[in-house]
């Protein structure tokens, strides 16, 4: 399995913005469907952002559109989530994911790889 590693998680004020790192061990990074997701305490883990293998095509959740936007490097094996326009209600931990059949994806269950979590906190 992929080992996922985020990082760029923080304490900034509403307004303002974040860009996430999650970086990937192997060298088929390149055929994995990349996700990002977030958890607030006592929430269900809920979608961001994904990406498909190439980064020609992405899906962002309705809460996160016009403010998030993910990308990818794969000579780098890096997805990023560029988080701009912060709100307190982003406060959560951050978790990238790895979706093996290379295919965009938004539920947990179809994610095979998951990291640690950065933590994100939105000050108001």
């Known amino acids: 399995q992929v080992q996922l590693v985020e990082s760029g998680g923080g304490l900034v004020q509403a307004g303002g913005s974040l860009r996430l790192s999650c970086a990937a061990s192997?060298?088929?990074?390149?055929?994995?469907?990349m996700g990002w997701f977030r958890q607030a305490p006592g929430k269900a883990r809920e979608f961001v952002a994904a990406?498909?293998?190439?980064?020609?095509?992405?899906t962002i959740a309705g809460s996160v559109k016009g403010r998030f936007a993910i990308s990818r490097d794969n000579g780098k094996n890096t997805v990023y989530l560029q988080m701009n326009s912060l709100k307190p209600e982003d406060t959560a931990v951050y978790y990238c994911?790895?979706?093996?059949?290379?295919?965009?994806?938004?539920?947990?269950?179809?994610?095979?790889?998951w990291g640690q979590g950065t933590q994100v906190t939105v000050s108001s």
């Open positions: 994911a790895a979706q093996l059949q290379g295919q965009i994806a938004t539920m947990t269950q179809e994610f095979d790889s």
């Open positions: 990406i498909n293998t190439s980064g020609g095509s992405t």
């Open positions: 192997g060298r088929t990074f390149s055929r994995y469907g």
